[in-house]
């Protein structure tokens, strides 16, 4: 019975090593450049909540006053949008179009909740709480939070959990997740990108600057991750890297992600 369950062992083992080696240069350049559009796509959602928080925080007329907030695109125009504490109108809306700093335009007048916003709303109201579900094994290290980013897709819709700190010279890859809901909000089906959260320093303690970073993927995510993009593009302009590597051991390949060219290489271990 050992040997027969060797012998089962190496079997599969071999069939995922035969399965790591299937893609070719052509398809591992088209997954990655899939990934890098839904990594700008994330980044546009994140910036845009960012953006709009500190815009928030610094009008002393709604600051304190505000509850939830959603964020939404309309065309190529980016919306963060804050409710008031009851969740029943909204408080501030601010637009961005193509990531730019600057609001396109800010509304700070009182008013009803549109349709789509509406939708978001209950679709988040809904999410929530199944997340406390031990099965997700969602987690929360001290000195970090967590932010929800909901984007329609097709009919359902894709919820990413992404860290965030405001602790400074760090770049919180890692303990990031994505949700599949179906239009309702009810979960369909999670993947966890990372096996835990990967706090990369930008700095020493002796003074000297970090150029380059570099953390390896589960076999399970061989890829390059649009979290890992997101990240990277919220934190690097704080800091002096312009680029960072993901080691993919079921690929036997680097992934070398530059933010200021927006491009990812391919290299070989």
């Given amino acids: 019975m ?10 599969v083992s071999v069939i995922i090593s035969a399965q790591d080696l299937k893609y070719s240069d052509q398809e591992i350049q088209k997954k ?10 994330l980044f546009s959602y994140e910036k845009a909540s960012w953006q709009a928080g500190d815009l928030m925080a610094k009008n002393k007329k709604i600051n304190g006053n505000t509850g939830i907030y959603l964020t939404y695109k309309v065309s190529d125009t980016t919306k963060t949008v804050f409710l008031n504490k009851d969740q029943t109108s909204i408080l501030a809306e601010y637009s961005f179009k193509n990531n730019q700093t600057k609001t396109s335009k800010e509304i700070l007048v009182q008013r009803e909740l549109n349709e789509t916003e509406k939708k978001l709303k209950n679709i988040r109201a809904t999410i929530i709480p199944q997340l406390s579900n031990p099965q997700y094994g969602i987690t929360v290290p001290q000195g970090y939070n967590l932010n929800l980013v909901i984007i329609p897709f097709n009919e359902n819709y894709k919820v990413y959990l992404i860290p965030g700190t405001s602790q400074s010279g760090i770049i919180p890859f890692g303990n990031d997740y994505l949700f599949i809901s179906d239009s309702k909000g009810d979960i369909i089906s999670n993947q966890k990108f990372h096996s835990r959260l990967i706090p990369t320093m930008t700095s020493m303690e002796n003074g000297g600057t970090v150029t380059m970073s570099t953390h390896s993927h589960l076999r399970t995510t061989p890829f390059i991750s649009a979290t890992d993009i997101c990240t990277f593009k919220l934190y690097a302009p704080l800091t002096k890297l312009d680029e960072f590597s993901v080691y993919s051991p079921a690929l036997g390949i680097y992934m070398k992600y530059n933010y200021k060219k927006d ?7």
């Fill in 263 to 269: 491009t990812i290489e391919k290299g070989e271990k």
């Fill in 32 to 41: 990655l450049d899939s990934i890098k559009v839904e990594g700008n796509t």
């Fill in 2 to 11: 050992k040997q027969a369950l060797k012998f089962l062992f190496i079997f």
